[in-house]
């Protein structure tokens, strides 16, 4: 066997302009980042609530590993499960309003393990046709009959539960769509799949920590209950800084998952550290509401700004701000603009957004000040400008 055949796979995606390439990160995540060597100004983390490299994390991560070590060193159900993950599991639960949260290791193992261990073939998933791979993912893996809605389109979503016989219905979707920034439409969604008797679960990894008045993400915002929204999931990596996800929901949920979900018993524990970090990290998203203010104000700077050069923003009202660009070769081609202005923007191409949506994937954080959104708008207007 030879293996050309893969250098000639990865020979067409080069063409395509669809070649992925790491950077070399040299820094802490922050507004200026050091990446291949060059100090630059960066707009792609999901740092963003500015939580990453906070002092207060660095210092409860030190704390935790004097405590706890460093190593889970076993499973949850075996010896893995410590008091600093027991603790933070509580804390969520009171956080997010529900009676019991489970830790998993990442957001992509927490989705293939609820969905996973929800259905069979004999259920039915339900997806909104932008979901993050993981619930897609998730939804192939169950062996459920997989089928997608429009994109946050109740409507799309109850013709398919109407005509659906099957055992278990569960209707899936991201809180905070990651590609596009825009809010689901989750009172309406719910109420769709209450009436068809479904469950729905949020994936609420971009919008935990950033919307609802305490940083409660989309449950709070739409003041959504455990009977509205009985299977919530988040993550810690994003705006909480810190890594990992967990579910909330009812005693039974939390139960079944611990019993069944395979992604979370086949798996050494996170770092009790990490954990122990992630609560100092909670305190701040809940008391420091200076840190969504201030994200608020940036978005409306950027929004306002980049409208007047005449780009096509969508509709989001959240931190993550892409401008629409069309052809994977020209997103790429501004990106690399940006670049040799010393400003990091992703571009985002297929197959991660759809063909011919290519764009550039704008984040902000609560670490950026005034004058950077204005040094990338600035940067936006001279790129802009050399295009014709
Ligand atoms: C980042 C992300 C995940 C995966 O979470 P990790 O903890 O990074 O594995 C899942 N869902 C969505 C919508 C995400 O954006």
Redesign the pocket.
């Known amino acids: 066997m030879s293996f050309h055949e893969l250098e000639s796979e990865l020979a067409e995606r080069h063409h395509a302009h669809l070649y992925r390439r790491r950077r070399l990160l040299e820094s802490p995540q922050g507004p200026e980042v050091v990446v291949d060597s060059k100090r630059c100004l960066a707009f792609c983390s999901?740092d963003y609530l500015g939580l990453a490299n906070h002092p207060a994390l660095q210092r409860a991560m030190i704390e935790g590993a004097e405590l706890f070590g460093v190593g889970g060193g076993a499973s949850h159900l075996v010896m893995g499960h410590s008091s600093a993950h027991h603790q933070l599991e509580e804390a969520l639960a009171e956080f997010t309003g529900r009676p019991r949260a489970l830790l998993f290791s990442?957001?992509?193992?927490?989705?293939l393990g609820v969905i996973t261990a929800l259905l069979d073939k004999q259920d039915a998933v339900f997806e909104d046709r932008l979901n993050?791979a993981?619930?897609l993912d998730g939804g192939l893996l169950s062996g459920a009959r997989f089928q997608r809605y429009l994109h946050n389109d109740p409507q799309s979503l109850a013709q398919r539960l109407d005509k659906s016989d099957a055992r278990r219905k569960l209707v899936v979707t991201?809180g905070v769509f990651?590609m596009d920034g825009d809010i689901a439409d989750l009172p309406r969604l719910s109420r769709e799949t209450r009436k068809a008797g479904g469950w729905l679960m949020v994936?609420d990894?971009?919008g935990f920590g950033c919307i609802g008045s305490q940083g409660g993400g989309c449950a709070e915002h739409f003041v959504l209950g455990v009977e509205e929204l009985p299977i919530l999931m988040g993550?810690?990596?994003?705006a909480f800084g810190t890594?990992?996800?967990f579910v909330a929901g009812s005693d039974a949920l939390i139960e079944t998952l611990i019993q069944f979900a395979r992604s979370y018993i086949y798996t050494t524990s996170m770092p009790p550290a990490v954990a122990w970090a992630t609560l100092a990290s909670l305190k701040l998203v809940r008391e420091e509401h200076w840190r969504r203010e201030k994200l608020a104000r940036l978005i409306e700077r950027f929004r306002t700004g980049a409208s007047q050069l005449g780009f096509e923003l969508m509709n989001s009202s959240t931190p993550i701000q892409p401008i629409l660009v069309g052809s994977a070769d020209e997103a790429l081609r501004l990106s690399e603009a940006l670049e040799d202005r010393g400003i990091f923007v992703s571009a985002i191409r297929p197959p991660t957004v759809p063909a011919g949506s290519a764009r550039l994937r704008v984040t902000l954080s609560a670490s950026h000040t005034d004058a950077q959104v204005d040094r990338l708008l600035d940067a936006l207007s001279a790129i802009n400008g050399s295009q014709s």
């Open positions: 999901n990442t957001g992509y193992m927490a989705n993050h993981s619930l991201d990651s994936d990894a971009h993550t810690l990596g994003k890594a990992g996800a």
